[in-house]
């Protein structure tokens, strides 16, 4: 039960991984589009939400990997 819990988190770990590097890719095309002059008040929003969104997700990350590490 504990190996299959493991892996329950693990998984979770690597598909929240996945998704932050979305996230990061996203992020960085839309701060390259406001540094080099093609900002709207859209795009620096969606900046900001993405960034929002990154944050969390970084926290969940640490948050899995602590448990992870209290596991093993």
Known sequence: MADTNLDDLRSELSELEA???????????????????????????????????RRALHRRIESLRERLAAAI
């Open 19 to 53: 998704e932050e590097a979305r996230l990061s890719a996203t992020r960085e095309r839309l701060q390259h589009q406001i540094d080099f002059g093609f900002a709207s008040a859209t795009t620096r929003e969606r900046e900001r939400e993405v960034s929002d969104e």
